[in-house]
Nanobody
Framework: QVQVSESGGGSVQPGGSLRLSCTTS????????MGWFRQAPGKEREGVSC?????????FYSASVKGRFTISKDNDKKILYLQMDNLQPSDTAMYYC??????????????????WGQGTQVTVSS
């Protein structure tokens, strides 16, 4: 059974930083593309970032986070990260880690992701 688990959320002031982590079990960690999504109250879920399986240099970001967020993964530790800097109140949302059963992902974040975590809450306020 595949399990996905996020951690690292919390409350920060505007301009602050957080690093989210995602661990998995039940599948080969470095065999698939992975992504981060978020959903704010009353809004639809949106793609934040994704990373290819074969080439960690191939990453995509939504326009709203590009330049502030960085996705990365440690295949030895089997952890996916999302470093979030210069956080703003508009970043407040539940953040989800997701796995796509494909080695690639796209910048439109319209691909099918088959496994999802329960989410970790990020709140940015003064």
């Amino acid at each position: 059974q595949v399990q996905v688990s996020e951690s690292g959320g919390g409350s920060v002031q505007p301009g602050g930083s957080l690093r989210l982590s995602c661990t998995t079990s039940g599948l080969t960690f470095d065999a698939f593309a992975m992504g981060w999504f978020r959903q704010a109250p009353g809004k639809e879920r949106e793609g934040v970032s994704c990373i290819w399986k074969a080439d960690d240099r191939i990453t995509f970001y939504s326009a709203s986070v590009k330049g502030r967020f960085t996705i990365s993964k440690d295949n030895d530790k089997k952890i996916l990260y999302l470093q979030m800097d210069n956080l703003q109140p508009s970043d407040t949302a539940m953040y989800y880690c997701a796995i796509r059963r494909s080695p690639m992902c796209s910048s439109q974040f319209t691909d099918v992701y088959t496994h999802w975590g329960q989410g970790t809450q990020v709140t940015v306020s003064s």
